[in-house]
């Protein structure tokens, strides 16, 4: 297309807009287009330095800059970049004339914000390299070419915007998948998808402009001759014809189109696995816009008036479902409207109850691309703005964004790290040195997530057991006790007439008249319930927040405290039950990640008037309550012992944080436990799987769920020692980026007196469980082993044991798990019911449990090093120990080995000799050694 044929469609698009909208009012025409945290009907009213459109010259760029235009989008400058119209003049309308310019990377960085309208194969080469540079520039990436890329947003503004926070490369969906989902996304809020099949019927302007002039020169040709010609665009002839072929097809029968649609709703709603999503894409000889029919299951039963209900006030969808009055989508009225028509809403035939049919039309150069771009760089937009002109946004009716330029920085602090009065004055002038350590004279945003008070959770548990033995008496006396301890704490930071001394003074009343009942509850009920045990042993955390809160007010910052219960949300059907402290099997919760951010965004919504920066007042540093939360159907709940380093990653993830740190008493991740090994160092640096293995096999540290959140984001750990900040700790991180953080960078940072060791071998750090149980079922010949091995894990599933090892011995058809000593009794118990008749009949020659034992693991880059095994029994061997059962994972990161409990610790010595003694190791920097 010629320029000057662009420049009269853009000037006439924009023309009509203006007539239209003067027509239309904003709430009509322009229905719910924001999806930021302001008014749905409002326009960011602040400005960018420029923007950039390459590709400009072709059909989504011309469409990007209409909607520029129609939608005022607020820059000071538009710059167009294409190869084959470089150099025309293109007129866009409030932009004025503009010339296109060739691209090149230094030309695109100027701007703040760039859309691609390009090739796939163009974005992957040059998307990252313009990102970021001297202006922070963000790419918003129109091509699939970063789609299914984990680590980069897929965004629809109005269901997951908040993604493209803080990023600085941004995907935008598949047309067809667009045009679904602002459909199905109110549907599946409410009733939760189970399946989606969806058929296509998708206009030739989806091929470009080459499509659509191919189906008019088709059309126009056979009204002359009677013959279509034959095609070169399309794989058939399109004019009066249909063709079930778009994109190349998959091994699975299937076209890429049609997948793209499955992957990007399943990334796009965060769609478990059990979730199927099935599509027909048919190419048909409409112009312009695409029109899908849709039939779904759902979860829970499902009503057509309550979905038009639904659908009536969904962002980005106008309801048209009147079949009565011939009222329904049409792809003729939905090209160029930016909302998606909806209709012929009616209960599926198949699924009944559960089951719901529509019809959706919507224009895809729009929704499908041109719009969804736009509305991503305005959220963008507000956010950076925000961040650049603090105290002018402050006296702006809208709030302050949860998400912005600045990432959010995480620390977690552990009980230890709250033991006194001390401690606690020592995590909040880390936090407020950390707060004014951020960028470009701009507080760096800072959220705490708190344990409880060292020894606190424990003091709670035995309280709630005292009551539920029916000595209400003792347990009400021990509850005062238990509160004194956080009183005088708070007594010892805060002067007497402190007004948040007396704030938390009354609240420490208040929770004592609360608990206290439900304390006599419990005793009447003679049986401490798991809930209301949970209840009670998550008011530590309550306490110490609260605590931490005031004491960092009285010191001059802004701080806020929010309470995980009314963000934090897991599924429900979960055990309540605590588990055991510093047992890594007993976590086992389900976090419902789209909802919390949802209740996060309006939980900062509501508050952030009163805390956002002004020129005056920094931004608050957030205090949040670890180990509770809340589930779905709104109880309170816990995520088990040692959860609030779950807490912190998930909460790390929800605010889009890049790092988290783990503030401890001791120097980082040891290679084996201090206090039973002297010769123990801290570790430079661990891969996820190494932290994960070392977790999951004893390491108390931290907890292998929570490496999940930092996994699915590559969040990096790092764990630091609260009375030692000068020392940098242990570094836990992608394998892909291990080997660009270096010892020796480490040791630029390290200001230090000490030497300290780095393991350079197959095995980084040597764990121990000190109290494990081996059951064994030894089937004799009536079972197959598999079969053995498939009843003791179902057994172990239904009555939610972790099973730590399992080891097999063929020839006896037997086969031995271990598990924490703690479950070993109800193990046992179980797996006896399991095989209760075979019991009785003696067709199995028994079910046995030993509970002495301990289990060692061993763990690191074993893979390829010879001699890994014979050195850890070496090491075994040497203090006349014995191996009970071993097992070598097949990731080949860790060996585990059951000995006898009271041999543990002289084998962790031992084997820690083998492979991390003074021969075995590389000195690789200096630093000074805090203490325990």
């Known amino acids: 297309m010629s320029a000057g044929t662009t420049s009269e469609l853009t000037a006439k698009t924009a023309l009509e807009a203006s007539q239209q909208s003067d027509l239309f009012p904003a709430d009509s025409h322009q229905e719910h287009s924001m999806a930021t945290s302001t008014s749905p009907h409002r326009r960011p009213e602040h400005m960018v330095q420029s923007v950039g459109v390459i590709g400009s010259s072709g059909a989504v760029g011309m469409e990007i800059i209409d909607v520029l235009n129609r939608r005022a989008f607020k820059c000071r400058s538009l710059r167009l970049f294409a190869r084959r119209a470089a150099g025309e003049v293109v007129d866009c309308g409030r932009f004025g004339k503009v010339t296109v310019e060739p691209f090149s990377v230094a030309a695109a960085q100027e701007c703040a914000l760039v859309l691609l309208a390009v090739s796939g194969s163009f974005a992957t080469k040059f998307a990252r390299e313009i990102s970021g540079g001297p202006n922070n520039t963000v790419v918003i990436d129109n091509s699939s070419a970063f789609r299914y890329k984990p680590e980069v947003p897929l965004v629809i503004p109005e269901i997951n915007g908040r993604k493209s926070l803080g990023e600085r490369v941004i995907a935008n969906p598949n047309c067809t998948t667009a045009i679904a989902a602002m459909a199905l996304w109110p549907i599946h809020q409410k009733y939760r998808l189970r399946k989606v099949i969806i058929s296509t019927y998708q206009a030739a302007s989806g091929a470009g402009a080459e499509g659509m002039a191919e189906l008019k020169e088709g059309v126009a040709t056979y009204t002359k001759t009677g013959v279509v010609p034959a095609p070169e665009v399309f794989q058939h002839p399109l004019a009066f014809n249909v063709i079930p072929h778009i994109d190349v097809f998959q091994e699975n029968g299937y076209t890429k189109e049609e997948m793209k649609v499955a992957w990007e709703l399943r990334k796009i709603f965060d769609l478990p696995p059990n979730v199927k999503v099935s599509c027909t894409a048919v190419r048909v000889p409409t112009l312009r816009a695409h029109s899908e029919s849709i039939v779904l299951e759902t979860e829970f039963p499902i009503d057509p008036d309550d979905v038009r209900a639904l659908l009536r006030t969904a962002p980005g969808v106008e309801l048209m479902d009147d079949p009565a009055n011939l009222l329904y989508p049409l792809p003729a009225r939905a090209s160029g409207k930016d909302s998606v028509e909806v209709g012929r809403i009616r209960r599926s035939l198949i699924f009944g109850e559960y089951g719901i049919e529509l019809f959706v039309a919507g224009d895809q150069l729009l929704r499908g691309a041109a719009l969804n771009a736009v509305l991503i760089a305005e959220r963008v937009m507000l956010s950076h703005y925000t961040l650049a002109n603090p105290s002018e946004y402050a006296d702006e009716e809208d709030n302050f964004p949860l998400i912005g330029a600045i990432p959010w920085q995480v620390h977690k602090f552990g009980g230890a790290a709250l033991a006194s009065a001390e401690r606690y004055k020592l995590c909040a002038e880390r936090l407020i040195a950390e707060h004014r350590a951020g960028s470009n004279g701009w507080m760096q945003p800072i959220a705490a997530v708190l344990s409880a008070t060292e020894g606190m959770t424990d003091k709670l548990i035995d309280v709630s057991s005292v009551a539920a033995k029916g000595n209400p008496v003792e347990a009400i006396k021990q509850l005062t006790a238990v509160i004194d301890l956080q009183r005088e704490i708070a007594r010892a930071l805060l002067p007497a007439d402190h007004p948040e001394l007396i704030v938390l003074e009354s609240t420490f009343s208040c929770d004592s008249v609360k608990l206290a ?70 976590m086992a919760t389900d976090v419902l990640y789209e909802i919390s951010a949802r209740k ?6 509501e508050r952030s008037v009163a805390m956002f920066p002004t020129a005056e007042k920094p931004g608050p540093i957030l205090v949040i309550t670890g180990f509770i939360a809340s589930t779905k159907s709104g109880s309170p709940t816990t995520l088990k012992r040692s959860g609030s380093d779950f807490s912190a990653t998930i909460f790390a993830r929800l605010l889009k944080a890049k790092q988290v740190t783990l503030w401890k008493t001791v120097d980082g991740v040891y290679t084996a436990d201090p206090r039973m090994c002297k010769a123990a160092f801290p570790v430079p640096f661990l891969s996820y799987d190494e932290a994960i293995e070392l977790a999951y096999f004893g390491g108390q540290v931290l907890h292998p769920l929570a490496m999940k959140p930092c996994i699915d984001d590559k969040i990096t750990l790092v ?20 080997e660009e953080h270096t010892a020796i960078g480490v040791n630029a940072l390290s200001p230090s007196d000490k030497l300290i060791r780095a393991p350079l071998g197959a095995v980084k750090v040597v764990t121990s469980i000190a109290s494990v149980a081996m059951i064994e079922v030894k089937a004799g010949g009536s079972d197959s082993v598999a079969e053995v091995t498939r009843r003791v894990m179902d057994v172990m599933h239904r009555e939610g044991i972790q099973v730590i090892m399992i080891t097999q011995a063929s020839s006896e058809h037997s086969v031995s798990v271990a598990v924490d000593k703690s479950v070993g009794h109800s193990a046992l118990a179980a797996l006896k019911r399991n095989y209760e008749h075979e019991l009785v009949e003696n ?17 690191g880059p074993m893979r390829g090093m010879k001699g890994t095994l014979a050195k850890v029994t070496c090491g075994i061997s040497a203090v006349n120990a014995n191996i009970y059962a071993a097992a070598q994972g097949s990731s080949e990161r860790s060996i585990s080995m059951v000995v006898e409990a009271k041999m543990i610790a002289d084998v962790v010595n031992s084997v820690h000799e083998e492979f991390l003694g003074q021969t075995n190791l590389g000195l690789v920097f200096k630093t000074s050694v805090g203490g325990m």
């Open 517 to 586: 009942s439900v304390l006599q509850t419990l005793s009447l009920l003679r049986g401490a319930a798991d809930e209301a045990c949970g209840y009670i042993c998550g008011m530590g955390e309550l306490w110490s927040s609260r605590t931490l809160t005031a004491v960092l007010i009285a010191m001059g910052a802004t701080a806020c405290m929010l309470d995980a219960r009314e963000v934090l949300t897991v599924a429900d059907g979960g055990t309540a039950r605590l588990g055991v402290k510093g047992a890594a099997m007993d």
């Open 843 to 859: 067709k199995i020659d028994g079910v046995s449990m030993c509970s002495n034992f301990s289990l060692l693991s061993v763990i």
């Open 719 to 738: 764990v630091r020692n609260i009375l030692n900040v000068a020392f940098v700790g242990t570094m836990i991180l992608p394998k892909d980026q291990m």
């Open 600 to 605: 996060l965004e309006t939980w900062w919504d």
